[in-house]
């Protein structure tokens, strides 16, 4: 029997949307691979979950993005958050930042002279590993560009940290899901309806 490859993502409004971006001027600089001590799915729960945790978990981040504008869209099958930068005049994080996910483990993140992709891939039921790959547009000095994944890598850090403190909440006995907040959990709703719809047909 010869089966039909499953259809690629339709992905045209991202591409539109990173080509404004210009990403197309951007070198390749580093990876960098993550082990967490979590499900895949609570990395990207993380993710999606719109902005919410960056106020309280990512201080130094937060200041230099106005949070007021944190917009989510979602798509077929991937969803993009936006949010404009602060009045800090920021370099690394430039006037718009991007951070688009496409299902089920793919993040592309745009912002400033720079992008990050990450990827996640279960290990077991409780851990996984998080994949990254920096670009910087070709005019970046190599001190900025230090400067830079530096700060990118301490947003990754305190990502790990909130991912890997909910996976040991979700264990204890007392762990009862809550209800999406719909103003700002659409993405993260999005995501576990496409996985239901694969589980189900699996």
Not at 29 to 38: F, I, P
Not at 51 to 63: D, E, F, P, Q
Not at 97 to 119: E, K, S
Not at 125 to 151: G, H, R
Request: glycine content about 4%.
């Amino acid at each position: 029997n010869i089966q039909q490859a499953a259809p690629p993502p339709k992905l045209a409004e991202l591409e539109q949307r990173l080509a404004a971006m210009h990403w197309q001027n951007l070198r390749y600089v580093k990876s960098q691979s993550y082990t967490l001590e979590c499900n895949w799915k609570v990395f990207v729960d993380n993710y999606l979950d719109g902005g919410y945790h960056v106020g309280h978990l990512h201080k130094n981040l937060a200041s230099k993005i106005d949070l007021e504008t944190y917009h989510t869209e979602t798509f077929d099958n991937f969803s993009i958050q936006s949010v404009s930068g602060g009045h800090t005049n920021d370099i690394r994080l430039g006037a718009d930042a991007l951070y688009a996910w496409v299902y089920p483990n793919l993040m592309i993140n745009r912002y400033g002279p720079m992008l990050d992709i990450n990827t996640v891939t279960p290990l077991t039921p409780t851990t996984c590993i998080v994949d990254f790959d920096w670009y910087f547009d070709t005019s970046c000095e190599n001190d900025f560009i230090a400067q830079a994944i530096k700060e990118s890598q301490q947003v990754q850090d305190e990502d790990i940290a909130i991912c890997e403190s909910l996976q040991v909440g979700m264990g204890s006995s007392h762990y009862l899901p809550g209800p999406y907040a719909p103003n700002i959990e659409h993405a993260k709703y999005h995501f576990h309806q496409l996985l239901a719809a694969d589980y189900t047909e699996a």
